[in-house]
């Protein structure tokens, strides 16, 4: 089309027909610019679809990482409820009630029950490479990209509270067991604990009748339900991360 507008401003150069020659000329010129704007379109278009692909490939890559946190949330969740359960049949026996644990009883539920800590590590590699490099602009959910910003430092919340709990047992509740109780004995429940006996005949009941004792239980036990209520509040932020994944994926994949 151009090679033949330019035999024709040839021609009317040579005729001397100088207004035709304005209007073919426009014309080519109109031509250039429409040609301009399809390959600004095409480049546009691919934009798009390259965009879009990173956006499914993120999109996927957040929800197979928050699958995983969830598996494991639930799993600190579960261990968070066994450990309350057996720091409130420790209290049951504290004070003046009735003692009804057996050594071996007593043993159990004191090495999880009291020194039993929860801790929840969550996987967060994908995400914090996706907001180091700005890759979060791709994402066009506003609301999926503000909890995924805000993930760090609820994060942060919940490992703080941990962490005094952590404390609390290293600092109180450890040193009181050495000085009242027959650690030997108590340790004995642990896995990865030496199966050398205590050379110490010492009474394990005599440690209920200790206000102390039960108060420690008592710490530890809120410790314990805070933390599992802080992975509760965050089991719906990664249930809500997941859906809003879900959702988009549904959409680009339409």
Not at 2 to 28: D, P, Q, T, V
Not at 190 to 209: C, Q
Request: hydrophobic share 35%.
């Amino acid at each position: 089309m151009i090679k033949f507008y330019h035999r024709l401003r040839r021609r009317f150069i040579i005729e001397n027909k100088f207004s035709k020659y304005i209007f073919y000329a426009m014309g080519e010129i109109v031509l250039v610019m429409i040609g301009i704007l399809l390959a600004l379109q095409v480049n546009n278009w691919n934009e798009i679809r390259k965009t879009n692909k990173q956006e499914i490939e993120l999109l996927q890559s957040l929800h197979k990482e928050f699958k995983f946190n969830e598996i494991e949330l639930n799993r600190s969740i579960e261990k968070a409820q066994v450990i309350q359960k057996k720091s409130e049949a420790l209290l049951k026996n504290t004070g003046t009630r009735e003692m009804k644990l057996s050594r071996h009883e007593s043993d159990s539920l004191i090495s999880t029950g009291l020194l039993g800590i929860i801790t929840y590590d969550a996987s967060g590699g994908i995400l914090e490479d996706i907001i180091n490099s700005g890759k979060i602009h791709i994402l066009k959910n506003d609301k999926l990209k503000n909890i995924l910003s805000n993930w760090g430092g609820i994060l942060n919340d919940v490992k703080e509270d941990e962490t005094w709990a952590v404390n609390e047992r290293n600092t109180i509740t450890l040193p009181f067991l050495y000085r009242n109780s027959n650690y030997t004995n108590i340790s004995g429940g642990m896995n990865y604990i030496t199966d050398i006996p205590s050379g110490f005949n010492t009474d394990y009941r005599d440690i209920y009748k200790l206000q102390e004792f039960e108060n420690i239980v008592n710490s530890h036990r809120i410790w314990n339900k805070k933390n599992e209520n802080n992975y509760k509040r965050l089991k719906k932020r990664i249930e809500e991360i997941i859906i809003l994944c879900e959702q988009d994926l549904k959409l680009k994949n339409k």
